[in-house]
């Protein structure tokens, strides 16, 4: 009775079908090398801040990174021996349009070559248009907040889907744009901003807020562009369009009562508390702050009169709806307000009406996460980037799976990003994705629209100015990007273990 037991509690899933998509991902900024001529944001980031610290350690330029500019058939070729049906590679924005208005022929042949080659691996190429970055001199024209983003994005996607749009099912418009906030909002507890572009010194919460509002208003428009401009033209109905959101593994549970955080911070993020139209207005395409006028007088310091001091008590409630009202913007560091919005459940000057389900599947990368209450604060550990400290939780993708798709229901569900950082030759990695595939797999038996998993990442890349090692190194294939002039790519416990778990179709 107790072995009938055990084997109904260790029983293993059904194997995936074969229509289910199994792959690896790559990033332009992280694996292709500098080109002086097509600098992008991170780039500048990099070189201003190559004597800063990064926990500890200076900032590092991607140099060669690993050079998949000239590499990509090789990898290409790694990622076919490991038995994947999807490559996942992005477009780098800053060389295929080097000067604003003026796109390259030559680099957009470069990225129909590389998905020709995908394409004739029997791998399905899944293009992202951002990674991350974006041109320096569209930063230098206001980058994220400028009212014209949205329409300089759909000019670049649209030249990018004339160019590959016959070979490239999946598309994805912008990685992680919930993680792009952070180049505008600064934490706390962190001395200078963790991306880039950051505000000039001195900006205040105010500040902020403001910027931290027009770039999630842009990020929508220009998200709804580029679907627009990918889904046009000949075929275009063929061609599905998403944007993957960074997702945390939240506790669900306080002890043995239910506690869905996911679902406290996603109502605050959506409130009207701080984001009220009441207090913030378009104007010329700006999102501005309107103060009622009697509220600029009660913030002023007036506390040498009578009538001063009995102001004290409003302007210290005033305080402290600024402190709520930072608090809450906080909150969309580890709320979904992503799919939020395009779900309709944010305010409507920050997600325009027209951008809502501006989606043809659910795309979304999981890391990291943890059950417990109390050990939430560990989880800084990934706005740090001490990404090899993290908490691993499994289980958190099993709820992710279903709460995406309880979100939109019609929709399938794409796991686009998906891996851990390590040393090269420990079995961790090997483990982590055989547990987190067994909750995809647990997911599809539970009725949930799973199409596809791909592993983050086929090899060691730049990790975002990170120094070489096992903090950022999340390669299936390990790269010494330090050491050896030949980046030759070697193949890791990782790899054996990805390519028997996709010749089974599971675990």
């Not at 070489?468 to 990007?481: E, Q």
Request: with cysteine; hydrophobic share 40%.
């Amino acid at each position: 009775m107790v072995k009938f037991s055990r084997s109904l509690i260790h029983r293993r899933p059904d194997p995936l079908p074969a229509s289910f998509v199994f792959g690896v991902g790559t990033a332009d900024h992280q694996c292709e090398a500098f080109d002086p001529r097509c600098p992008d944001v991170w780039d500048t980031w990099e070189a201003v801040h190559s004597q800063h610290r990064v926990r500890g350690e200076s900032w590092t330029p991607r140099g060669r990174a690993t050079d998949f500019w000239q590499r990509f058939p090789e990898d290409i070729q790694l990622a076919q021996a490991l038995g994947c049906s999807a490559f996942r590679f992005s477009i780098a924005w800053a060389r295929v349009e080097p000067r604003p208005g003026q796109f390259s022929n030559d680099a957009l042949a470069h990225y129909r070559e590389l998905a020709s080659i995908v394409r004739s691996a029997g791998m399905e190429p899944v293009v992202t248009l951002m990674h991350l970055v974006w041109p320096q001199h569209v930063e230098e024209q206001g980058g994220l907040r400028a009212p014209d983003f949205p329409a300089w994005f759909g000019e670049y996607a649209a030249r990018v889907r004339d160019a590959l749009g016959d070979l490239a099912r999946y598309w994805l418009t912008i990685n992680e744009p919930d993680t792009l906030i952070l180049g505008y909002m600064k934490p706390w507890w962190t001395p200078e901003y963790l991306w880039p572009p950051g505000l000039e010194d001195g900006a205040d919460e105010a500040e902020s807020m403001r910027a931290t509002a027009e770039v999630v208003r842009n990020l929508f428009r220009a998200h709804r562009a580029g679907r627009l401009a990918v889904r046009a033209g000949p075929g275009g109905e063929q061609r599905l369009v998403s944007a993957n959101s960074y997702y945390l593994g939240l506790p669900n549970r306080m002890w043995r009562l239910p506690f869905p955080l996911v679902r406290l911070v996603d109502w605050l993020a959506r409130s009207t508390r701080a984001w009220s139209e009441e207090d913030w207005v378009l104007r010329q395409g700006r999102i501005v702050v309107r103060p009622p006028s009697d509220r600029r007088e009660l913030l002023r310091p007036a506390l040498t009169s009578d009538a001063g001091l009995a102001l004290a008590p409003r302007q210290l409630g005033y305080l402290v709806e600024e402190v709520e009202t930072l608090s809450f913007l906080f909150s969309f560091l580890a709320s979904n307000w992503w799919q939020l919005g395009l779900r309709g459940d944010l305010p409507t000057f920050l997600c325009p009406p027209e951008c809502r389900g501006q989606l043809d599947y659910v795309a979304f990368d999981y890391y990291y996460g943890t059950p417990f209450v109390h050990r939430i604060g560990r989880l800084l550990d990934v706005f740090e980037r001490r990404y090899d400290h993290a908490p691993i939780w499994a289980h958190g993708l099993y709820g992710a799976l279903h709460y995406f798709q309880s979100m939109f229901p019609r929709l399938p569900v794409f796991v686009v990003e998906n891996g851990v950082a390590g040393r090269a030759g420990d079995r961790k990695r090997g483990r982590y994705i055989s547990n987190h595939v067994r909750q995809v797999q647990r997911a599809r038996e539970d009725g949930v629209n799973v199409s596809g998993y791909l592993v983050w990442s086929l090899t060691t890349n730049r990790e975002w100015g990170l120094p070489a090692g096992p903090s950022g190194d999340f390669g299936l294939y390990h790269i010494d990007l330090e050491g050896d002039p030949s980046l030759t790519r070697h193949p890791t416990p990782a790899a054996a273990a990805y390519a028997e778990l996709l010749r089974q179709r599971g675990v």
